[in-house]
């Protein structure tokens, strides 16, 4: 009976905290389909923001108990709801951004409806289908994928015996196969789990996973919809629910996923900011990106990747540069500050990670181990070519882009994503080049994870640039909260 | 490499549908604003030729899976691999509250016993032979057994060759 009502709880949770968030910054939903709508990006944040500051806790020493839980997610949906409240006595007509323009696209039709709509509805409702059967699935799977149980549920499992960061593990030799240094952000999502059906089997977790693809789609959309017709980007959705390489990765319960769905959220509320200026989207892609960097230490370099993107592409445009430079540093402190407790904690115990930073930064090292940088690049292109698996979602977004990049309208936004991709892949060839380990054995293991990071930050550019290029614009005609 | 010829067919795509659609503009432009309809159609075709297949493979792993229990599903990695689960399942209730425990034979950290092992008894604490305050032997020799471990306590056997010393204090 727990088994069957933790998740709901756990969601309810979740929910509660993240829609506190998405009504601070948008606005109050005034009917229930627009708050279904606002569902996924609620989910996302709520969990996003409640296991950022439940980590923060636990470094500084505070157990993390299902009280924890329960405190730091009601204490944030009401904060938020109080901001939202208040935001709304300052402007009534504050409310949710609604599909872009709320046109009828002009052509055919059939019967009063665009042909369009019918392939639409048709493949929303076979994609609603295809995620019950998998979350059906997910619920019985085995444990199987070796980190998942080496890395993150090792320790997931000792912070729900323990309570509180297992000091003597993380900071013995003999563990040190299981990456001590890596962010609590995931385990504590497994912990979390723990805590609600009151044991550490990890059968039904799995389902924990599942729900993290339902909420990206539904996130994805919601964002989308801002900026483009669902015939547009529903397909790119629907895509991204199939992709091999998404789903299998999702069930092993690795980090990868889960943080390369953070990055894109996030890539995408900034790519709406930078173009739309309402600072509620950057305030909410602060939150992704420093999620992403507090679920694997890629997350991190990535988030930081996709941020200079940012700040690029703001330096190159005369009109507002100081003030949304200033923005996007204030975004970037957040990010970073967000690691911080984490790196200090670490720093404190004296635990170190197998990937030497700071002589990565040394010429002569970097220099003494060019001849790596070759292999890394042709095996991570190959990864991202390999169509089985990824489905051509970069060649989709590279295209979109780079097409973007000729279309003056959409210039800024492609830029950025350009950008936002160059730089993570720079980052990943970076800690293949420094990481001490047989470069062979380590493409091999992890070149098909860690591109997931660029997949998915195509995906966000193809949700944002796709619809734009034909409306003539990426997400700047709507400012339903005057730029709040 | 394999990526730039991707991106190529995605623009000829574009190209193509404008072609077809009869897109006005000019040249470049009319060729450029047709490639995210292309992606779309792409994505669309791509989600249809693989929903059935991705579907059926969940339906099948949910059959396969659905009447096995939740605590055998989370060994898994250890019956799959052979691994003995009812000796660790044995060895994870003698070991009292707080008790750190040392591997026997030694293994290496990277094998999958180890990692495995450590995974399974925790809370217990895997420790250096010298601080550890029990001796798991997990597929030890008969002679390694016998081996007088000065300080600890004749084994407890669960099976031959699996079972567990402690220090003497410890107990």
């Given at each position: 009976m727990?088994?069957d009502?933790?998740?709901?709880a756990?969601?309810?949770?979740?929910?509660?905290?993240?829609?506190?968030?998405v009504?601070?910054?948008?606005g109050?939903?005034?009917?229930?389909?627009?708050?279904?709508?606002?569902?996924?990006?609620?989910?996302?944040?709520?969990?996003a923001?409640?296991?950022?500051?439940?980590?923060?806790?636990?470094?500084?020493?505070?157990?993390?108990?299902a009280r924890?839980?329960?405190v730091?997610?009601?204490g944030?949906?009401?904060?938020?709801?109080m901001?939202?409240?208040?935001?709304?006595?300052?402007?009534?007509?504050?409310?949710?951004?609604?599909?872009?323009?709320?046109?009828r696209?002009?052509?055919p039709?059939?019967r009063g409806?665009?042909p369009?709509?019918?392939?639409?509805t048709?493949?929303g409702?076979?994609?609603?289908?295809?995620?019950?059967?998998g979350?059906?699935a997910?619920?019985?799977?085995?444990l199987?994928?070796?980190?998942?149980?080496s890395?993150?549920?090792?320790?997931a499992?000792?912070?729900?015996?323990?309570?509180?960061?297992?000091?003597?593990?993380?900071?013995?030799?003999?563990?040190?196969?299981?990456h001590?240094?890596?962010p609590?952000?995931?385990?504590l999502?497994?912990?979390a789990?723990?805590?609600?059906?009151?044991n550490t089997?990890?059968?039904?977790?799995h389902?924990?996973?599942?729900?993290?693809?339902?909420?990206?789609?539904?996130?994805g959309a919601?964002?989308?919809?801002?900026?483009?017709p669902?015939?547009?980007w529903?397909?790119?959705?629907?895509?991204?629910?199939?992709?091999?390489g998404?789903?299998?990765q999702?069930?092993?319960?690795?980090a990868?996923?889960?943080?390369?769905?953070?990055?894109?959220?996030?890539?995408?509320?900034?790519g709406?900011?930078?173009?739309?200026?309402r600072?509620?989207?950057?305030?909410?892609?602060?939150?992704?990106?420093?999620a992403a960097?507090?679920?694997k230490?890629?997350?991190?370099?990535?988030?930081?990747a996709?941020?200079a993107?940012?700040?690029?592409v703001?330096?190159?445009?005369?009109?507002?540069r100081k003030?949304?430079?200033?923005?996007?540093?204030?975004?970037?402190?957040?990010?970073?500050t967000?690691v911080?407790?984490?790196?200090?904690?670490?720093?404190s115990?004296?635990?170190?990670?197998?990937t030497?930073?700071r002589?990565?930064?040394?010429?002569?090292?970097?220099?003494?181990?060019?001849?790596?940088?070759w292999?890394t690049?042709?095996?991570?292109?190959?990864?991202?070519g390999?169509?089985?698996?990824?489905?051509?979602?970069?060649?989709l977004g590279?295209?979109?882009?780079?097409?973007?990049?000729?279309?003056?309208?959409?210039r800024?936004?492609?830029?950025y994503?350009?950008?936002s991709?160059v730089?993570?892949?720079?980052?990943?060839?970076?800690?293949y080049?420094?990481?001490?380990?047989?470069?062979?054995?380590?493409?091999q293991?992890?070149?098909?994870?860690?591109v997931?990071?660029?997949?998915f930050?195509?995906?966000?550019?193809?949700l944002?640039?796709?619809?734009?290029m034909l409306?003539?614009?990426?997400?700047?005609a709507?400012r339903a909260d005057?730029?709040s | 490499?394999?990526?730039?010829?991707?991106i190529?067919?995605v623009v000829?795509?574009g190209?193509?549908l404008a072609?077809i659609?009869?897109?006005?503009g000019?040249?470049?432009?009319?060729?450029?604003?047709?490639?995210?309809?292309?992606?779309?159609?792409?994505?669309?075709?791509?989600?249809?030729?693989?929903?059935?297949?991705?579907?059926?493979?969940?339906?099948?792993l949910?059959?396969?899976?659905?009447h096995t229990?939740?605590?055998?599903?989370s060994?898994?990695?250890?019956?799959?691999?052979?691994?003995?689960?009812?000796?660790?399942?044995?060895?994870?209730?003698?070991?009292?509250a707080?008790?750190?425990?040392?591997?026997?034979?030694e293994?290496?950290?990277?094998?999958?016993?180890?990692?495995?092992?450590?995974?399974r008894?925790?809370?217990?604490?895997?420790?250096v032979?010298?601080?550890?305050?029990?001796?798991?032997f997990?597929?030890a020799?008969?002679?390694?057994?016998?081996?007088?471990?000065p300080?600890?306590s004749?084994p407890?056997?669960?099976?031959?060759?699996f079972?567990?010393?402690?220090?003497r204090?410890?107990?």
């Open positions: 727990r088994a009502l933790a998740p709901v756990l969601t309810a949770l979740y929910l509660f905290a993240g829609a506190g968030l009504a601070a910054a948008y109050v939903p005034r009917d229930v389909r627009t708050a279904f709508s606002a569902a996924g990006l609620a989910y996302l944040a709520g969990l923001s409640v296991l950022l500051v439940s980590s923060w806790a636990l470094v500084l020493g505070l157990p993390f108990r924890t839980l329960v730091v997610a009601g944030i949906g009401a904060a938020g709801l901001i939202a409240a208040w935001r709304q006595r300052e402007d009534p007509a504050r409310r949710p951004p609604g599909p872009r323009g709320g046109q696209p002009a052509g039709r059939l409806r665009p369009e709509s019918y392939a639409v048709l493949t409702l076979a994609l609603a289908a295809y995620l019950v059967v979350l059906l997910s619920r019985v799977l085995p199987a994928a070796w980190d998942s149980w890395i993150w549920a090792r320790k499992d000792l912070v729900f015996v323990h309570g509180t960061l297992p000091v003597d593990v993380l900071a013995s030799p003999q563990y040190a196969f299981a001590p240094d890596y609590m952000l995931v385990p999502m497994e912990t789990w723990f805590r609600a059906v009151g089997t990890t059968q039904a977790l389902a924990q996973f599942w729900l993290l693809l339902v909420a990206f789609l539904l996130a919601f964002l989308a919809r801002r900026v483009s669902a015939a547009m529903l397909p790119l959705l629907a895509l991204v629910g199939v992709v091999p998404v789903r299998d999702l069930l092993t319960m690795y990868d996923v889960p943080m390369a769905m953070f990055l894109a959220i996030g890539a995408l509320l900034g709406l900011w930078l173009v739309g200026g600072r509620s989207d950057l305030a909410l892609a602060a939150l992704f990106l420093a960097a507090n679920s230490n890629e997350g991190l370099s990535a988030a930081v996709t941020l993107a940012l700040l690029v703001v330096l190159t445009r005369p009109a507002a003030a949304r430079a200033i923005a996007v540093a204030i975004t970037s402190g957040a990010v970073l967000s911080l407790p984490w790196h200090i904690w670490l720093s115990h004296n635990i170190v990670g197998d030497p930073l002589k990565g930064l040394e010429p002569g090292y970097l220099v003494d181990r060019a001849w790596r940088v292999p690049v042709r095996a991570l292109a190959e990864q991202i390999d169509g089985a698996t990824w489905l051509y979602l970069v060649p590279l295209g979109v882009a780079l097409a973007g990049l000729a279309t003056r309208r959409i800024e936004p492609s830029a994503y350009l950008l991709g730089f993570v892949f720079t980052s990943l060839v970076w800690a080049v420094i990481t001490p380990d047989d470069l062979h054995w380590r493409l293991t992890s070149a098909n994870r860690v997931v990071a660029l997949v930050l195509a995906v966000a550019a193809l944002q640039l796709a619809g734009s409306r003539g614009d990426a997400g700047g709507h005057g730029g | 490499m394999v990526v730039w010829f991707q190529a067919g000829l795509a190209l193509l072609g659609l009869r897109v006005r000019p040249g470049i432009t009319r060729g450029l604003q047709a490639i995210p309809p292309a992606a779309s159609v792409l994505a669309l075709a791509l989600f249809w030729v693989n929903v059935w297949p991705a579907a059926k493979s969940y339906i099948d949910w059959r396969a899976s659905r229990p939740a605590s055998a599903a060994i898994s990695p250890g019956v799959v691999n052979g691994l003995n689960e009812g000796f660790l399942e044995w060895a994870r209730a003698h070991l009292r707080g008790e750190t425990f040392a591997l026997a034979p293994q290496s950290t990277g094998t999958l016993l180890y990692q495995w092992a450590t995974y008894l925790a809370p217990h604490q895997l420790a032979p010298a601080a550890a305050d029990a001796i798991v997990y597929g020799g008969a002679k390694d057994l016998r081996r007088a471990r300080g600890f004749a407890l056997l669960y099976a031959p060759g079972g567990i010393a402690w220090r204090h410890a107990r």
